[in-house]
Each structure stands twice: as C-alpha cells, then as structure tokens.
C-alpha cells in the first residue's frame, strides 16, 4: 500500500515481547481447542450433524454482512497501546458489534467448511486419515493466527504519534495528504488516507469501517486533527476532537 510501512525485524527490547508471548500462547490454546474435537469427529457423525448447519452458518454470515448497527463510541486515551514496534501512548478505537458479530460468524463458517470438505474423505484409508488431518490442522492454525492478531495488538485501530495502526496494518503520518470519508455500496466504509507520493498504483487504503465502534465523522474529525502534529498524542492524555456539526437543514 502507498502508505503502509515498511517492516523491520522488531529490537530485542522494544517492550513487546511479553505481549507476543501472550498472545502465542492464548493462539496456541485455542489452536488446541479447535484441533481436538475435529480430529475426533468420524466421517458419518461429520456429513450428518454439520454438512447442513455448515450451509445454514454461510448464509446467515453473508446476511449478516448487510447488517449496519449504530455506531457511537469514541477514540479512548490509553497509554500503553501495544503497536507493531512499540508500546506508546495514543488514542484507541475499539471493534464494533458488527466486528465481533463478523469475526465469530467467520470463525463459525472457517470450521463449518472444514467439517464439510474432511466428510468427503475415508476413515478406512491412510491417504484420506492424512488428508482429514491436514485439513483440521490448517483450519486449526488459520483460527490460531486469528486469535493471535485479536490478542497481539490495544484495540481495532489506533492513533500513536508513530502512525495509525488498523489491524496488523500500519501507516504513516507523513504520508498522508488529507483524509476523506470512503463509500462502499452506497454506505459510509471508513475513511480513506489519501498519500503525499503515491509509491504504487494500488488504492489508497482506507482505515476503520463497519468493524469499528468509532464512526466515520469522527474518526476522520481525528485524524485530521493529528496528521499535522501527531507527536500531541505522545505528550499525555488527549481527547479526540469532534466533527464540526452539519449546518442546519442538511
């Protein structure tokens, strides 16, 4: 992406390693999690009892990606936020209900899937035992890696006078020409950071959305705040400003 930085190997003491040996370890649990009952499923009591809630589970899913609850929470001051590099003071965006509707219902449809595809294949055969378990240890793993993004990183999106992180994406201030409020669908999807130098012909990348409590007016309100001294959110605690308010009859 034209503004995301570029990765480094983290120092050995960046203050973070403790964060990605919890969140290792909380990966590796619900990895295990995940792998046991899977593994002792058999072929019948998989097709019976999950090939059709596995379908049942995706249309809900793609349902309940139309689903748009009101959003209203606000950037929160906390001032350990555990970035990509560091550990620094900032202003942090929780995930949206919708968010955590989302990832569940992925999770949900990830093993679902898993269910179907491993009932295909023999129980009485080595090949289709080597293959069943192939299958449960990458769903297994995907939903691993899932839990560690969740536990690695201080909230959904984060303003830190190094940059705005937005999952396990990071850009920089320096980069960013101005700020604009981004449509998907004909509804407001999040804010797009527009670069000074476009490095590449990819779209500009667009932070927040459907899956952060914060609503677009004011997160897009804050970052332009920031984008020109963005080493205030280092300094102490600071309160996010609010959007101006839209003329009356508008």
């Given at each position: 992406m034209p503004l995301l930085r570029t990765p480094r190997l983290p120092p050995a003491r960046d203050?973070?390693?403790?964060?990605r040996l919890l969140s290792l370890a909380v990966a590796a649990a619900v990895t295990a999690a995940v792998v046991a009952p899977l593994l002792a499923l058999t072929r019948s009591t998989t097709f019976d009892s999950f090939a059709c809630v596995a379908w049942l589970m995706?249309?809900?899913?793609?349902?309940?990606?139309?689903?748009?609850?009101?959003?209203?929470?606000?950037?929160?001051?906390?001032?350990?936020?555990?970035?990509r590099d560091a550990v620094e003071p900032g202003l942090v965006a929780g995930r949206s209900l919708a968010g955590w509707t989302d990832l569940v219902a992925d999770l949900a449809v990830l093993t679902g899937a898993t269910l179907v595809?491993?009932?295909?294949?023999p129980t009485d055969r080595e090949w289709g035992r080597i293959v069943r378990t192939?299958?449960?240890l990458g769903a297994a793993a995907a939903v691993g890696r899932i839990a560690y993004?969740?536990?690695?990183?201080?909230?959904?999106?984060?303003?830190?006078?190094?940059?705005i992180r937005y999952g396990?994406?990071?850009?920089?201030?320096?980069n960013i020409d101005r700020v604009s409020l981004h449509k998907r669908e004909g509804r407001l999807n999040g804010v797009r950071l527009r670069p000074?130098?476009?490095?590449?012909?990819?779209?500009?990348?667009v932070v927040g959305g459907?899956?952060?409590?914060?609503?677009?007016?004011?997160?897009?309100?804050?970052?332009?705040?920031?984008?020109?001294?963005?080493?205030?959110?280092?300094?102490?605690?600071?309160?996010a400003p609010e959007p101006a308010a839209e003329p009356a009859g508008r």
């Open positions: 203050g973070l390693w403790s964060r995706f249309g809900v899913h793609q349902l309940g990606r139309r689903w748009r609850p009101r959003r209203n929470g606000r950037l929160a001051w906390t001032a350990r936020v555990a970035g595809m491993i009932s295909s294949f192939l299958l449960v993004q969740e536990a690695r990183f201080t909230g959904r999106l984060a303003l830190t006078a190094s940059g396990s994406q990071s850009y920089d201030w320096s000074v130098r476009w490095q590449s012909l990819e779209p500009a990348p459907r899956d952060t409590a914060v609503p677009e007016q004011r997160l897009a309100a804050a970052i332009e705040d920031y984008r020109s001294r963005p080493y205030v959110l280092a300094g102490g605690p600071v309160t």
